[in-house]
């Protein structure tokens, strides 16, 4: 069973589009992450949701915008995609707030 | 804003030899991650530190906190080729919202 997963694992798209990552846990933890992996391995947290709630939102541009329909899921919404944000995108999850997080497969991104 | 620096950014070491990992971390914590992570994969879950003196083992891998100093080690024992990865520390930040601050990441590659 996928503790934590993610859809889809690659995503090519252009400039100026629109995309979403998908991602589910099963492990029934109350937190729930996204990262920003850049082309240095560099990892930062982008947002956290506890519970559905918002409660970290780091200094990403407002076309980011996170969806939380439950506590088991967190989707990323990108508008307007630009070059820069080719990475690679992690969801991850936790039990209670911020301890050890268990991370989903990853999503690349690559905008062209 | 807490930093968290590892070192050395780039290790490249013979099969059978021992080396150390270093984590430094800026401001006060007690709680402490260490994650692997393989080409092209996601993070997995090593060790964690929740205590100043913890120490955790698992196979040639051996983790210590030192929270004083603001500082853990990952040691490798025998290096084996299976070892070759990233291996990036993590530490919680205390405060209104709390979160994980990744390391910059040490890529470990084992040669035979």
């Known amino acids: 069973d996928t503790a934590v997963s993610q859809t889809p694992k690659y995503l090519v798209t252009q400039m100026g589009n629109d995309k979403s990552i998908k991602c589910e846990q099963n492990l029934g933890h109350d937190t729930m992450y996204w990262y920003k992996q850049d082309s240095k391995k560099f990892l930062k947290i982008m947002f956290s949701?506890?519970?559905?709630?918002?409660?970290i939102n780091e200094t990403v541009p407002n076309r980011f915008s996170p969806k939380s329909p439950d506590k088991a899921h967190l989707n990323l919404h990108i508008n307007s995609l630009e070059l820069g944000d080719s990475a690679v995108y992690f969801c991850?999850?936790?039990?209670?707030?911020?301890?050890?997080?268990?991370f989903g497969p990853g999503t690349r991104l690559t905008v062209t | 804003e807490l930093k968290v620096e590892q070192n050395p950014l780039f290790l490249s070491m013979q099969e059978g030899k021992n080396y150390t990992i270093y984590c430094n971390y800026s401001t006060t914590s007690d709680r402490l991650y260490w994650y692997r992570q393989d080409p092209g994969k996601s993070l997995e879950s090593l060790f964690v530190l929740l205590s100043n003196g913890a120490v955790k083992q698992e196979g040639r891998l051996m983790a210590s906190l030192d929270t004083k100093a603001r500082l853990s080690t990952l040691h490798i024992t025998a290096a084996v080729h299976d070892l070759s990865a990233t291996y990036f520390c993590a530490v919680i930040n205390t405060g209104t919202a709390s979160k994980l601050t990744f390391g910059t990441g040490t890529r470990l590659q084992v040669t035979l």
């Open positions: 949701y506890n519970n559905k709630e918002l409660i």
């Open positions: 991850a999850s936790s039990l209670a707030g911020p301890g050890e997080q268990y």
